[in-house]
């Protein structure tokens, strides 16, 4: 069965539209797949990235456990060591606030007329003349 012009021409019109119609939906399934490649690729990145920062956030989980056991034994040496140390340094403090007395007490007026006096009885006692030593002495000139 022959075809007239107007069919013909209707056919090959329908054929160039199935054509275009075919390249258009193959090149759009050519950028899905690229588009589904790059969004895959995304994806795995994410899910790498993911496991490593939760690897990572493990490894920060057991350092803060190890660094807790650390501060733990290290409270308990401090407090076994303050129990032992105790006695020797309430005696150390004591003779602290001894000696920072005896020099307050030393530079007040009282202390130095005492100093001078046990100068004076230290020179009595050696027998030396701190006439000599006195009358040497020249005062610096301003």
Same mark, same amino acid.
């Given at each position: ?23 258009? &939906? ?9 588009? #589904? ?10 899910v790498i ?46 003779? #602290? ?7 307050d007490n ?9 100093? &001078?006096?046990i100068i004076?009885? &230290? ?20």
């Amino acid at each position: 069965m022959p075809f007239t012009q107007d069919e013909a021409i209707r056919i090959k019109s329908d054929v160039e539209g199935l054509k275009h119609s075919t390249i258009s &939906v193959l090149t759009a399934i050519g950028e899905s797949v690229t588009a #589904q490649k790059e969004n895959t690729k995304m994806i795995t990145d994410l899910v790498i990235e993911l496991r490593e920062r939760d690897v990572r956030d493990e490894y920060r989980g057991k350092e803060i456990l190890v660094l807790d056991e650390k501060l733990d034994s290290l409270t308990n040496t401090v407090e076994n060591n303050k129990a032992e140390y105790v006695p020797a340094l309430t005696k150390l403090i004591a003779s #602290q606030l001894w000696w920072d007395k005896f020099w307050d007490n030393a530079n007040s007026t009282w202390g130095k007329f005492a100093g &001078v006096a046990i100068i004076l009885g &230290v020179a009595y006692a050696l027998n030396i003349d701190l006439t000599k030593i006195v009358s040497s002495y020249q005062a610096p000139t301003p």
